[in-house]
């Protein structure tokens, strides 16, 4: 198998060099030695040739994908400066030894036998920071023949398959580029801004970040910082009044648009994808998303000012939201959906239930219809589980419904983004100035400031008043 894939590597970069590749393939190997062995070479002795192939392919496919606005040296020297560390099978212990993640190394066993377990790796980019302070990102791609001693199997990419790596390995290579710094004297609009109880946060941050230190960024390192940095079009809202402690990522869309370049790149390769299904709706919103702004000036803003995108999206107002967060949030209904379908009930009631909602998606279900499934599964449930309580049974209720109008809410979802996408793109190309509507609504950071400042004051003031209540009181005993 192995020596299947070595032969894979060297017939095909033979045939690079002898197609005009050469050059390109010589820069990227001057970059790969650079790296001093923090960049895996290949997965084994006989495959060193594979990070070079792989690279040369990433980078001419963008190329050309963009119709040369981002050129495949630009795309080579933007992860050769922005990707720390390249990994084929796990990290190395003392070389990686500086890399966490959670606060966890991730060469330490909590990291193989918690984080890995729990949210089922099988590549992982993350984010950490290098002698100097700079901020990089260790790429890994897991082998699948992995077990803990307790004979856990975990996630991983299967080495003898050329395609599964390329597929893997694309995506993370993307997930580095969508990350731009873009300097502040270059941002037109606002990062932060509040809609309604919400307030959007742009950058790329931490969803883990407690309340001191979210202020702290907004009152310290966000006014002082020269750039600031944009994963993709990933968003991260916090309700200041209500639920200051719970982040909500929105970082579904952002991730389609990953996926939705990885799989370009793929067929620009000439290779196949095995697993179409996997975040098959959200490619389909970052594919809505691409073609309605031109792909080529869409694939040249997601990988170098995402920003663009992202406000783009905010100024255009659809069902009370912008757009950006409209789509996300339907997006955000999905694992729910998805959790259903697995969930409670053994697996032949599990298909009964199934079945009853594929024929209740194909009519107009009545509203005795849908009482009568939902009874049903309820049924089902207390039958089997002791502690469902009256809670459950409202939260399970409202979940069904949900279930029940999926067609309903999907085809109403995409009605109004293609509604939406012809206005989104005659305002890019200033065909069309549509007046955006948040623009009511849009915080400069000077009000956020000007805001908190106030309510610190009234705090304080009311402070006053209760301590001069109590004093008061006080004086009469
Ligand atoms: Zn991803």
Redesign the pocket.
Known sequence: MEEDLSKKVNDTLLKYENTGKKEILEYINAIILSKNGKWDLGINESSQGLTKMLLCEYAMAIENLSNVQLKAKFVIDKLANQMGTLRYGDFKKKQDDNIKYDKNAVTSNKYTTQCRVESNFGAH?ISYEENDKIQQDAVVLFDDKQTLKDGTKLSGIDFSNLSDIRHTIF??W??VMEKCLVERKDLKENIIYRQGNSTYINSLLSADLTMNEYQNYIDNIFLSNEAILFGGISTIEINLEKNPNKRIMHNQIS?GC??YISRLVMEEVGDTVEHPER?SKQVEIAKKVFTSRGLEDSLKDYLTCSNKIISELESCSIDGKDLLHYMSDFINLLPNINEFFKNKVDDKKNDEIKNKVMELWKTNPTQKSKVDFINFVIEDIKAISMDFNEKDESITENMLNMVIDYPKIESNFWQMVNEKFPVINDQRLGKETIIGFLKEKVYSLDEIAKKDLEREQNRNNEETREQDNKKKFDFGK
């Open positions: 980019t995506h993370e993307t997930h991730e990953t996926e975040y």
